[in-house]
């Protein structure tokens, strides 16, 4: 019985080794700007399995109501909130261990006609600094693939977040599941959560 039990179970896991070892295909088409809008394709198996996503507007916050969010996150923001948001972006082990899941997972992603423009500001020249410490290398990284054109824009004196991107990516997942462990079994990420949770108490 319990022989049974087992070779049904080893059974079981090599099936799901061989699913998450098929590549997966996602063609995606994204803009945010005054309102979120896209569409996103999944095919698996080869292009047996093919399912579309169209994703549904989402309404941008209106003008008014983001200068009254600024003007009311600069008086409600405090020296303490801003160390908790980028406590660990000053640590440099996280950093490098950032960088390295995002440079492994993107050399490892199959990518087609893929264009990604993004612009983005936090309100306060200073956080979008810290901010930026982080996000510059990233772009760097993103950008020197030949087969994608990256550019990513900081803006200083506003908040603003806006996106447009396009293109095809093909992964496997049992890859993608092996770079994700390998971030989460990390020392420095769990220093880094271990100094957030500092901050917050």
Do not use: C
């Amino acid at each position: 019985m319990l022989t049974s039990v087992a070779v049904f179970l080893l059974l079981l896991i090599v099936l799901l080794v061989a699913l998450l070892a098929i590549p997966v295909t996602l063609t995606f088409q994204l803009s945010w700007q005054q309102s979120f809008q896209g569409n996103l394709k999944l095919q698996w198996a080869f292009g047996l399995v093919r399912v579309r996503f169209p994703l549904s507007q989402l309404k941008a916050p209106s003008l008014e109501g983001k200068e009254m969010t600024q003007k009311n996150s600069r008086y409600q923001r405090s020296p303490r909130n801003k160390t908790n948001l980028f406590a660990v972006i000053g640590q440099q082990a996280f950093r490098r261990r950032i960088m390295k899941f995002i440079s492994d997972f993107w050399r490892s992603v199959h990518k087609r006609n893929v264009s990604l423009r993004i612009r983005i500001g936090l309100g306060d020249p200073a956080d979008t600094g810290q901010l930026w410490a982080i996000v510059g290398p990233v772009a760097g990284i993103l950008s020197n693939a030949n087969e994608a054109s990256i550019e990513i824009i900081p803006e200083f004196f506003d908040t603003t977040i806006e996106l447009h991107s396009s293109g095809s990516i093909r992964l496997i997942p049992l890859q993608m599941i092996y770079l994700t462990i390998g971030l989460l079994l990390s020392p420095p990420i769990w220093q880094g959560i271990k100094q957030m949770r500092a901050v917050d108490h």
